[in-house]
């Protein structure tokens, strides 16, 4: 079965500076995809960058970056230059497709990290 | 419109009633999923679908029923309401397998169970 793993329930962060979420996962198969979520208070569900287990770089989309390492099974969300605009909740999810495990190409979320950015 | 709804966006019902929860989207992709949303939880997978017809359970699939006659549809169905249903449920959909294929989201219900 897959499983995410996020420890840190809520972040606080100084705009303008950089903050790392962790997120740790775990899975048997070889193949899978890691995302990050952003929710905003609205409610609303933004996909925000994604990272292949066959990837050979780290993923980036502007002022987010994807720190992946395989061998220690993370994929830590960096923000960097932090806004006030960024204050929100932060899932990690992971896709399995599951040939060998069964995963059925489900979509598993960790619990979310809470971020506030402040003056 | 385009894109994926849930219908409705707000709904209170009583302990013991059926609920249906609606999910539409118009891009034809193959995979749909529902799911909860509960502090301290994250969002948990309920049921998934990965065609008309074809449907599975998730990691919390009791007291909930899903179906999917056509590709567009998927509702969630609370056969017997109960308190512990109260939460804010979920629909996405993408397109067919592949681990880097990107799930688009409703913009949730918002169920009280009283």
């Known amino acids: 079965a897959q499983k995410i793993t996020q420890t840190q329930p809520g972040m606080f962060v100084q705009e303008k500076e950089a903050v790392t979420l962790d997120c740790t996962y775990d899975?048997?198969?070889?193949?899978?995809?890691l995302f990050w979520y952003k929710q905003p208070s609205s409610g609303e569900m933004i996909f925000l960058i994604y990272?292949?287990?066959?990837?050979?770089q780290n993923a980036t989309e502007g002022r987010y970056s994807l720190n992946f390492q395989k061998a220690r099974k993370s994929a830590n969300l960096v923000i960097s230059a932090s806004q006030l605009g960024d204050s929100a909740m932060y899932f990690c999810?992971?896709?399995?497709?599951?040939?060998?495990?069964?995963?059925?190409?489900?979509?598993?979320f960790g619990t979310g990290t809470q971020l506030k950015v402040e003056l | 419109d385009a894109g994926i709804t849930q219908s409705p966006r707000y709904k209170i019902t009583e302990t013991g009633r059926q609920v249906t929860l609606m999910c539409h989207q118009t891009?034809?992709?193959?995979?749909m999923f529902w799911y909860r949303q509960d502090l301290g939880h994250g969002l948990r997978l309920i049921y998934y679908?990965?065609?008309?017809?074809?449907?599975d359970k998730g990691e919390v699939p009791d007291g909930y029923v899903v179906s999917r006659s056509k590709t567009e549809n998927f509702p969630l169905t609370l056969e017997s309401a109960t308190r512990s249903q109260t939460s804010v449920y979920f629909c996405?959909?993408?397109?067919?397998?592949?681990?880097?294929?990107?799930?688009?989201f409703g913009q949730g219900t918002r169920l009280t169970v009283v």
């Open positions: 996405a959909s993408s397109e067919s397998v592949g681990v880097g294929t990107e799930a688009f």
């Open positions: 899975t048997s198969d070889p193949s899978y995809g």
């Open positions: 990272q292949g287990s066959y990837d050979q």
């Open positions: 999810a992971m896709r399995v497709v599951g040939v060998l495990t069964g995963g059925g190409n489900k979509l598993t």
């Open positions: 891009w034809s992709h193959s995979y």
């Open positions: 679908s990965a065609a008309a017809d074809i449907t």
